[in-house]
Antibody, heavy 122, light 107 residues
Framework: QVQLVESGGGLVKPGGSLRLSCAASGFTFSDYYMSWFRQAPGKGLEWVSYISSSSDYTNYADSVKGRFTISRDNAKNSLYLQMNSLRAEDTAVYYC???????????????WGQGTLVTVSS | EIVMTQSPATLSVSPGERATLSCRASQSLSSNLAWYQQKPGQAPRLLIYGASTRATGIPARFSGSESGTEFTLTISSLQSEDFAVYYCQQYNNWPLTFGGGTKVEIK
């Protein structure tokens, strides 16, 4: 069965960095676009970034552009989010999610991980 | 950026009753609207896409409709497992945006 497992969250000081990972299994990872989302405590969902199946295309929310970098390693079935210059407002649960489309971007998401909490605080 | 507005913020419904959730877009979406369900401590679950197409494995009591920039998610007869927060998401334009959510609670 499809599984997405995030890791790498934790407590970091403002201005610090973290790298999130998402381990995928149960499907051919290299065939799917992937995205990161986040959800601040008690708040709604926010799309953060996406990457195409072969890493040709990436896109970022304005709120993280220039600070976050999405990448993937298809040989390792893994998705990453490098987060630099972290701010208090980046505090959230971060989810990785699989795009519904096979080898294309439908921009809807049928499988999600359970999330990893990132807390930015001094 | 397309703004998505959901109403009401909270909906109190008795089990077995119908629930009607609304989502309004700030501009036309050409039916590029999805609905997700999220339970406490869990990841979102895709329910509906294309405004009215149920995702794989979603029960028939969930249905979606649209009228212009107004979208509706209807749960025909609420089951205990349906009490959750529901989000709409537009995918007509980047950035992808979500509504603020509607919490469906037990009356």
């Amino acid at each position: 069965q499809v599984q997405l497992v995030e890791s790498g969250g934790g407590l970091v000081k403002p201005g610090g960095s973290l790298r999130l990972s998402c381990a995928a299994s149960g499907f051919t990872f290299s065939d799917y676009y992937m995205s990161w989302f986040r959800q601040a405590p008690g708040k709604g969902l926010e799309w953060v970034s996406y990457i195409s199946s072969s890493s040709d295309y990436t896109n970022y929310a304005d709120s993280v552009k220039g600070r976050f970098t999405i990448s993937r390693d298809n040989a390792k079935n893994s998705l990453y989010l490098q987060m630099n210059s972290l701010r208090a407002e980046d505090t959230a649960v971060y989810y990785c999610a699989r795009d519904y489309g096979y080898s294309s971007s439908w921009d809807i998401f049928d499988y999600w991980g359970q999330g990893t909490l990132v807390t930015v605080s001094s | 950026e397309i703004v998505m507005t959901q109403s009401p913020a909270t909906l109190s419904v008795s089990p077995g009753e119908r629930a009607t959730l609304s989502c309004r877009a700030s501009q036309s979406l050409s039916s590029n609207l999805a609905w997700y369900q999220q339970k406490p401590g869990q990841a979102p679950r895709l329910l509906i896409y294309g405004a009215s197409t149920r995702a794989t494995g979603i029960p028939a009591r969930f249905s979606g409709s649209e009228s212009g920039t107004e979208f509706t998610l209807t749960i025909s007869s609420l089951q205990s497992e349906d009490f959750a927060v529901y989000y709409c998401q537009q995918y007509n334009n980047w950035p992808l945006t979500f509504g603020g959510g509607t919490k469906v609670e037990i009356k």
